[in-house]
T-cell receptor
């Protein structure tokens, strides 16, 4: 079983739609959680950290459920420019390393 | 703005060749990382370094070695390239390696081994 699991998609949505991605992690010792964004043929970049109380950054909302060991990302009012792969990332307290999910691909259509 | 650069965007090598991938960061970061990214497998950590001349094995170190002689530079070496090392290689750096640290990635090197 992978330490961080995501549905690879692709998720195809029209502009203006709301879309949500989930991610599960297996290590209960995981300390920190992030969403990274990776555009086609580009490097990953930090989108946002995920805090226990949930956090919002404009149209993006991230939530963490430690009891169920899952993380979510909600994108409201999708834009064409949101088309990318979204990587769920977990910092492992055991190893001191980031563990990356394989990513969920989002395609926003006009 | 943090900048991580990698020596080549695309590289084609033959089986058995020795391959050097170079990475340089300009933000005085302590930690540097080498990953490979393959479809369906995501990013996998090959090696990382938390200080000059220090290195630690990641999850898939076999067939690779690294060198960190200066703080800003982290090299990945394929001693004898094989076709299963065809991949996208991504270098990253972070300030201190703590749980809330952001990793900054270079643009990647797409290596093809024939």
């Amino acid at each position: 079983r992978k330490e961080v699991e995501q549905d690879p998609g692709p998720f195809n949505v029209p502009e203006g739609a709301t879309v949500a991605f989930n991610c599960t992690y297996s290590n209960s010792a995981s300390q920190s959680f992030f969403w990274y964004r990776q555009d086609c043929r580009k490097e990953p970049k930090l989108l946002m950290s995920v805090y226990s109380s949930g956090n919002e950054d404009g149209r993006f909302t991230a939530q963490l459920n430690r009891a169920s060991q899952y993380i979510s990302l909600l994108i409201r009012d999708s834009k064409l420019s949101d088309s990318a792969t979204y990587l769920c990332v977990v910092f492992s307290g055991n190893t001191g390393k980031l563990i990356f999910g394989q990513g969920t691909t989002l395609q926003v259509k006009p | 703005d943090v900048k991580v650069t990698q020596s080549s965007r695309y590289l084609v090598k033959r089986t058995g060749e020795k391959v050097f991938l170079e990475c340089v960061q300009d933000m005085d970061h302590e930690n540097m990382f080498w990953y490979r990214q393959d479809p369906g497998l995501g990013l996998r950590l090959i090696y990382f370094s938390y200080d000059v001349k220090m290195k630690e094995k990641g999850d898939i170190p076999e067939g690779y070695s690294v060198s960190r002689e200066k703080k800003e530079r982290f090299s990945l070496i394929l001693e004898s390239a094989s076709t299963n090392q065809t991949s996208m290689y991504l270098c990253a750096s972070s300030l201190s390696g703590g749980p809330s640290d952001t990793q900054y990635f270079g643009p990647g090197t797409r290596l093809t081994v024939l």
